[in-house]
């Protein structure tokens, strides 16, 4: 995984609340047993004109033009700033791994579905929650060319005008995201006290352990 | 503070360890594994050189990409087929135990989780998909990952965890007659909001909850996450005990005694504490169908669509007018005039037999409108299959014009070949209205299976309480 130290990115505003996993990636791409090649089809039914299909080449298809992501005033953005409840619905990874791969680095909103927030941090994506009202002040100013800078040591967004907003980010998925760590040496290191937990609850609960 | 609610008990029951920040760890009792959500995981297991923890506390089933017709011959579509077989070699490498598609014991592994009594009270379950919701019907704490916590709760058995806050849903008092736990649910959604629960786990409780058999709690539980909700749950009680009486994974013998002494005490104690609670007076909950294409834009059947001038909220009315928009729909319609195109009655929300009997005696004797194109049945297992078959209710839906499939995930999601076509308008007995969740532009109305029925009777949605 991708260790998210600071981020200096365009930012693309997708003003719709309630974005689900579906929208993000429509399941006939879940199709795929690979964890890669989920971004050209990122947000496929409103990128492009036509129904998108897995391992179709994307490059000649035709795209919906009032859809943000084909705004060329936002191309190369990294930073998603999008409403509430983003990423509810189904607990899909390819979602993250579609953001991921597509090269969002983080995702601002007043609120996330919260399987999709875990989710991100799995993946090296930084999911960010303001107050509403700060988000929609960073709706209005966001133009062509309007860039922030995350920064995760210090739980800082500054705006271009050198506004400097602060956000809460749980300690131990920071330290993991910080460090691009993983989760499974980190959890092994504790074998010895599911081992104990294991033989403790064979008391407790023996029909578990047959 | 001693007095716990069963959240309580089943967290502090699966701690591990606990960290200074609160972060805890969690152990897993059950992982069901499914064969979109897992390929991934099995891969990076294969590159690290890991092994799974425990192969017995896992059971796979393909579900979400298997065809529902004709299950003799190969699954037609080669990218479908490659990860259904994927799945196969992925348990057969890994040694995990899997139904597969020739199994009677097949299905959604939702449905088939309880069935087989792998799912149990007390345990912590999950699965890589979000609707792991349901098995919070038997008193158990059961909720949905993505791949990379598939992975690492195959290799230590355990997930790092914050514990959720507690939400108590009463719905108290008596439905009336026609009135299902799919209705409960809808109103509590459309009550609460789709974000309503986030952060929460969920228990749902009051008399119109406990009243519900085991398959329509799980029908509650399924649809928590539609509310925000990872987790769902309902106190054991004697219809929890009884329902797993005898299942083929259910503990024997002595076990089962010990087992059933200890799941009694899955309940909330009296004077336990909630950080939220709303309750809801049954009596007052009509037939729900949805009119938009998020599960909270809800209305009952004698209402009709909204107007979005009447909502402040300007992002909220934005996503009305896009939802009207995108579900041809007017608003001040009324919902009992809304025609339909096709009928899905399936999905983990409601495939099970309870189900099947409701839209059965719907049926009986009738015919399927000649507008609708499609009127498809999609038993949850092999063994809801089955017993319906037992039961001749294939027969009822067959003479009257509805299709009888093999199991599966079918159109909820719309993986395999069973979708609708953009424009098509379908009542559908699922979880998701989203857009193109059942096919590119498809519009879907979520209902109860007696309303979809009804619906598929009547060419358009109907009042159930008319005709019971």
């Known amino acids: 995984m991708e260790a998210f130290k600071t981020v200096t990115a365009k930012v693309m505003p997708l003003d719709r609340a309630n974005v689900d996993t579906d929208a993000i990636i429509p399941k006939q791409f879940l199709k795929s047993i690979r964890r890669a090649g989920f971004g050209p089809y990122l947000f496929d039914e409103w990128r492009y004109e036509d129904i998108g299909e897995p391992e179709m080449d994307c490059s000649n298809r035709p795209l919906k033009k009032d859809f943000v992501l084909n705004n060329p005033d936002y191309q190369g953005a990294k930073i998603l700033l999008t409403r509430e409840n983003f990423g509810c619905g189904s607990s899909r990874e390819h979602a993250p791994w579609a953001l991921d791969d597509y090269g969002f680095r983080a995702v601002i909103a007043p609120s996330f579905a919260d399987i999709f927030f875990n989710n991100c941090f799995k993946n090296g994506i930084l999911p960010i929650v303001l107050s509403a009202e700060v988000v929609d002040s960073l709706f209005k100013d966001v133009a062509a060319g309007y860039q922030l800078v995350i920064n995760l040591g210090a739980q800082t967004i500054v705006t271009p005008q050198g506004e400097v907003i602060q956000f809460d980010v749980d300690a131990a998925r920071k330290y993991r995201l910080y460090n691009g760590l993983d989760d499974i040496a980190l959890t092994l290191l504790q074998a010895d006290k599911i081992k104990a937990y294991e033989a403790e609850r064979a008391k407790r609960a023996p029909w578990l352990f047959v | ?468």
């Open chain 2, 1 to 468: 503070m001693s007095e716990k609610t069963l959240y309580d008990k089943l967290w502090d029951d699966h701690v591990v360890h606990t960290e200074d920040d609160g972060a805890s760890l969690i152990y897993i009792d059950r992982q069901l594994i499914h064969e979109v959500t897992s390929p991934q995981a099995f891969e990076s297991l294969r590159l690290a050189g890991r092994k799974p923890w425990n192969t017995q506390r896992n059971l796979a089933v393909a579900d979400h990409n298997v065809p529902t017709t004709n299950r003799k011959q190969k699954i037609p579509d080669p990218i479908a087929r490659l990860q259904v077989e994927t799945l196969d070699k992925n348990c057969a490498e890994f040694g995990i135990t899997e139904f597969d598609m020739d199994d009677v014991r097949q299905g959604i592994v939702h449905v088939m989780g309880p069935e087989q009594g792998a799912t149990l009270p007390g345990m912590t379950i999950v699965c890589g998909d979000s609707h792991t919701s349901t098995h919070g019907a038997s008193g158990a704490l059961a909720f949905g990952i993505g791949t990379s916590e598939v992975e690492l709760a195959l290799a230590t058995q355990c997930l790092t965890q914050k514990k959720s806050k507690n939400f108590l849903i009463k719905v108290n008092g008596s439905v009336g007659a026609g009135i299902t736990a799919k209705d409960i649910v809808l109103a509590i959604i459309g009550e609460i909001g789709t974000a309503g629960g986030t952060g929460y786990t969920i228990e749902f409780a009051g008399t119109a909850i406990t009243d519900l058999s085991m398959e329509g709690r799980m029908t509650v539980c399924n649809m928590a996450i539609e509310a925000g909700a990872r987790a769902g749950l309902v106190a054991v009680d004697e219809i929890t005990i009884d329902y797993y009486r005898g299942r083929p994974y259910s503990p024997k013998g002595e076990h089962w005694l010990m087992a059933e002494r200890e799941w009694q005490k899955l309940h909330s104690d009296d004077g336990a504490v909630f950080d939220k609670v709303v309750e809801l007076n049954a009596a007052e909950i009509k037939p729900q169908v949805t009119w938009g294409t998020s599960p909270e834009m809800v209305v009952a059947i004698d209402a009709k669509v909204p107007n979005p001038a009447d909502e402040l909220d300007s992002v909220k009315q934005q996503g009305m007018i896009n939802a009207l928009k995108y579900m041809g729909l007017e608003f001040n319609q009324p919902i009992n005039e809304i025609k339909i195109d096709k009928v899905f009655i399936g999905s983990c929300t409601n495939s099970r037999i309870e189900d099947l009997r409701a839209a059965a005696s719907i049926v009986k004797g009738k015919k399927k409108a000649d507008s609708v194109s499609l009127a498809m049945i999609v038993p949850g297992s092999g063994l809801v299959k089955q017993q319906a078959e037992k039961e001749g209710l294939d027969k009822i839906f067959i003479d009257a014009g509805f299709e009888w499939r093999e199991p599966g995930c079918s159109m909820c999601l719309a993986m395999n070949a069973d979708k609708l076509l953009a424009g098509e308008r379908c009542a559908s007995t699922s979880n998701r209205n989203f857009e193109g969740r059942q096919g590119y532009g498809g519009r879907t109305h979520l209902v109860s299976p007696a309303m979809a029925a009804a619906a598929g009777i009547a060419g358009h949605f109907v009042d159930i309480r008319e005709w019971v």
